[in-house]
């Protein structure tokens, strides 16, 4: 599956967009989300995605903040089983005076699943401002403690905290 959105958000509007795939396979999916902003213009791009067995999965999220007091955010959530095989880039560019970007991305591994996530910041205006945060790594052992001691085993425990990650 090929999943392509690109957008121009024109002065002071506002755009969502937000992709899902949980309930079933990806197979290969090639997910490419791009909003390009004017002034004052806002955008938040989120994706969800569970992949399993031996699924591939790339997803490319750009957020292009050209315009003056523009602002984004790119949220991206994997979860990967099994053998799956994900690759997720995430891309800010600022280039309008006080553009306001964020890039946050999240993923989950379990089994033998192959991770890799790059986020890709990038300012060309001293004014301008990106951040980012990602993560890769197992689920939440604090959270897992916490829920074991509630009465849960640890696979109910995992499968809700999964649940939650993924919900809108």
Request: hydrophobic share 40%; with cysteine; charged share 30%.
């Given at each position: 599956?090929?999943?392509?959105?690109?957008?121009?958000?024109?002065?002071?509007?506002?755009?969502?967009?937000?992709?899902?795939?949980?309930?079933?396979?990806?197979?290969?999916?090639k997910l490419e989300m791009t909003a390009k902003l004017?002034?004052?213009?806002?955008?938040?791009?989120?994706?969800?995605?569970?992949?399993?067995?031996?699924?591939?999965?790339?997803?490319?999220?750009?957020?292009?903040?050209?315009?003056?007091?523009?602002?984004?955010?790119?949220?991206?959530?994997?979860?990967?089983?099994?053998?799956?095989?994900?690759?997720?880039?995430?891309?800010?560019?600022?280039?309008?005076?006080?553009?306001?970007?964020?890039?946050?991305?999240?993923?989950?591994?379990?089994?033998?699943?192959?991770?890799?996530?790059?986020?890709?910041?990038?300012?060309?205006?001293?004014?301008?401002?990106?951040?980012?945060?990602?993560?890769?790594?197992?689920?939440n052992e604090t959270q897992l403690i916490q829920l074991?001691?509630?009465?849960?085993?640890?696979?109910?425990?995992?499968?809700?905290?999964?649940?939650?990650?993924?919900m809108w």
């Amino acid at each position: 599956m090929i999943s392509r959105t690109e957008v121009e958000v024109e002065k002071g509007g506002r755009y969502t967009g937000k992709f899902s795939l949980m309930k079933h396979r990806a197979r290969e999916l090639k997910l490419e989300m791009t909003a390009k902003l004017a002034g004052r213009a806002v955008a938040e791009l989120t994706s969800k995605i569970r992949a399993v067995e031996d699924d591939s999965v790339e997803v490319r999220e750009i957020l292009l903040l050209e315009g003056a007091r523009s602002r984004g955010n790119l949220k991206s959530t994997v979860i990967a089983f099994d053998s799956s095989k994900v690759n997720v880039v995430n891309e800010a560019y600022g280039f309008g005076d006080y553009a306001k970007g964020h890039v946050e991305c999240h993923e989950v591994v379990k089994g033998n699943a192959d991770v890799q996530t790059v986020p890709l910041l990038r300012v060309k205006n001293d004014k301008a401002e990106l951040t980012h945060e990602a993560s890769i790594g197992r689920v939440n052992e604090t959270q897992l403690i916490q829920l074991m001691a509630r009465g849960l085993t640890e696979e109910e425990a995992s499968e809700l905290i999964i649940k939650g990650l993924l919900m809108w």
